[in-house]
């Protein structure tokens, strides 16, 4: 690192001609700025992985809690007459209703949160970027509905009878 070392040499020279002048190296402040802000980002970036993964962990327990009573709910409509297209299609949308719900609310928190932070504690104009948004919307709201679908497949299969003998 030659430029280093010219660096060092030149902030010893001027020490020595002015004794009473600090010298400040800003590129090794800016060095280690640069180091300490990486640090920062790749624990926002694992605590905000942590984050999904823990909100995939909670959706999916969610979903199969509320198992039993979606069979009970699945049941009395077979036994009123309902097809299993009407079941499935009843499933579905409460399942992508489900999922779009909750996405949004994330969603929203989190915008708003960003907003908050960046007016009022960073003090920088806020820009958000609602492409990652709308993908993460839909991302959660399919998972939810494919998770939904796996958990309540048993259902739409067996009679009636079957079920209720068996939960």
Same mark, same amino acid.
């Not at 909670?58 to 309902?82: D, H, M, N, P, W």
């Given at each position: 690192m030659p430029n280093a070392t010219a660096s060092a040499k030149f902030q010893q020279a001027m020490v020595r001609q002015f004794p009473n002048v600090s010298i400040i190296d800003l590129g090794q402040v800016i060095s280690i700025l640069d180091d300490l802000l990486?640090?920062?980002?790749?624990?926002?970036?694992?605590? =905000?992985?942590?984050?999904? &993964?823990?909100?995939? *962990?909670? $959706?999916?327990?969610?979903?199969?809690? =509320?198992?039993?009573?979606? &069979?009970?709910?699945? *049941?009395? $409509?077979?036994?009123?007459?309902?097809?299993?297209?009407?079941?499935?299609?009843?499933?579905?949308?409460?399942?992508?209703?489900?999922?779009?719900?909750?996405a949004l609310t994330g969603i929203v928190i989190a915008i708003t949160g960003s907003w908050l932070l960046a007016k009022y504690s960073f003090e920088v104009p806020f820009g958000a970027n609602l492409l990652p948004a709308l993908a993460l919307f839909l991302i959660v709201s399919l998972l939810t509905l494919v998770i939904g679908l796996i958990n309540s497949r048993g259902v739409l299969s067996k009679p009636p009878l079957e079920i209720l003998r068996t939960t």
């Open positions: 990486n640090k920062i980002g790749y624990i926002i970036r694992f605590m =905000s992985g942590f984050s999904i &993964i823990t909100g995939i *962990v909670v $959706l999916i327990a969610s979903v199969r809690i =509320s198992k039993y009573q979606r &069979i009970q709910e699945s *049941v009395l $409509l077979r036994t009123l007459g309902a097809s299993r297209k009407q079941i499935f299609a009843i499933t579905a949308l409460e399942y992508i209703f489900l999922g779009a719900l909750s």
